[in-house]
């Protein structure tokens, strides 16, 4: 029998062998000169002259996340943090240690990029102004293509500083705002939120934690003790954790809590009296500290009214909430990126694995959804600008687009990844690969800042059954869309029957307390109905400027694979759909004139 480990190599010349074969991933690109669709929203909707100066800062974060920072991100992967809970003497100086990557990468958020910073303070990145919120989850949506656990810490602190600037006290700004703001390493606090406790994670009132007020401090800062545990604390070593605490003697549930802002080290320098008692290994965002704390009288500053803590803390919840959606986009594009990379590089059975009609229908599944999420980051994010501006309706409307974008894109980013991973095939699956980190950090989005129930009740029940959100949402969209002269009368007339028929269903859920159990339907049919609608006015503004209309085919496709009903044993085939699947798997612009003839 002969020895196979001796058998001659396949000569030079004989084509691809060995290593060729494996196709390559997106490593190496710019994500943000490669990503058509981001910049085409942005000149739809950020504002010219914002857009001229921004366009280099996106580029560089464009190169850097694909690069340096996804090579950091994958190397803090697989360097998780280490707690170290007593110092050679026996103390408890519990610290974290962090692999210099992760220190890397927190020097580019925070230090060069000013992430944490740049709504609440003119001058970050050479900006005259507070950064608009495109910006800020501009931003957001590049870096996350690369990592997505630090991104983590860099919420908190920018939710940190919106609590404290908010709602803090002169005296408490003074005290701690510069320093929260600050990219200067030497000066600057980091900020969390520590909210879930064994008794109480979604269930915020049923918390144990007590405070007990000490006075008011020569700086004029009001004093609190605090006693009890937080049993999942993402940033667990920041410097100042915004959290809910009862007073004691207040009242139970939300209504009787407090909101404090508790520092790492008192302004002495000495720690204060809390300790990291472990960290918690996670699924996924490892590169980022989450742990369990105990606090034992330990000193924090009262922020705001103490019988109003929880209202406040829902503002930095809905914050956060938006931010997660954008993360969500952000995943789900680097998923599509890699995918698209393997289906035009990897072969089988003689042909690109692209051209296989199962592969291109699989492929379609992460665009569409990738899609979706990029519209409702850009329409979110312009709402956000308008209310910050004193826009009442655009308030009204963000208030249900959060819920409504953090429940879908965050559901969607689960299966968009794992279609990514099979794409890649057995590869994916190795750790060596960036798909399989994807896979295990899109989980977290389904239950960080409420899990999909707790964000389809807040819709249906709230935004839509009290303050009727849904007719907001309705109005904005139509306002949009039935304005282009450039969208076919038969294609609005879909949208308009689309949006009433949704907009029914949803009332009817919420006015039925029997109909909980299709709050998580009505919260994604106004998500599909809404990107649809936006996906239509966008890809017809672009279009009839001589750009790409794609994203009016995508809101046809929408509409037919999330809103309309269909037999899934049917073998009956939609010819405009394998045509439009044809020009959005090519990577041209597609014209107006063709996209409006299929649509319509």
Known sequence: MPDMTTAVSPSHDSGPHGAHHIAPDAHGRNFYTIDRQFQDLLSLYMEPGLLKHMSPHFERLGELAGNRLDDLAMTADKHPPVLQPRDRFGRDEDWIDYHPS???????????????????????????????????????????????????????????????????????????????????????????????????GSDVGALETEAERIGIGPDGVERWKLFGQKWFCSHADADVAVLLARPRGAAPGTRGLGMFAMPRRLEDGSRNSYRIVRLKDKLGTRSMASGEIIMDGAVAYLVGDASRGFKQMMEQVNLSRLSHGVRAAAMMRRCLNEAMVVAQSRRAFGRAIGEYPLLRRQLMKIMLPTEQALSMYAFSADAMGKANRGDKEAADLLRILTPVYKFRACRDNIPVASHALEVRGGLGYIEEWVTARLVRDAQIGTLWEGTSNINALDVVQRAVGKTGGHKTLTAALKDKYERSNSLPGQYKGLLGATLDRVERFVEAVAADPGQEKRCRLAAGALYHAATAALMAWEGAALGARGGDARRLLLSRLVIEHRLAPQDPLSLAESAWEQEAMDLLLQDKPVPLAKASALVG
């Open 102 to 200: 992760y220190r890397e990468m927190e020097k580019i958020a925070f230090e060069e990029f000013g992430m944490h910073a740049m709504t609440h303070r003119a001058g970050v990145l050479g900006m005259g102004d507070p950064a608009h919120p495109l910006v800020k989850y501009g931003i957001t949506y590049l870096f996350v293509q690369a990592e997505f656990g630090l991104m983590c810490p860099v919420s908190v602190s920018d939710t940190s500083n919106f609590i404290i600037k908010r709602f803090g006290s002169d005296a408490l700004k003074r005290l701690l705002l510069d320093r929260l703001l600050s990219q200067d390493p030497k000066t600057m606090l980091k900020g969390t939120q520590f909210m879930t406790e064994k008794a109480g």
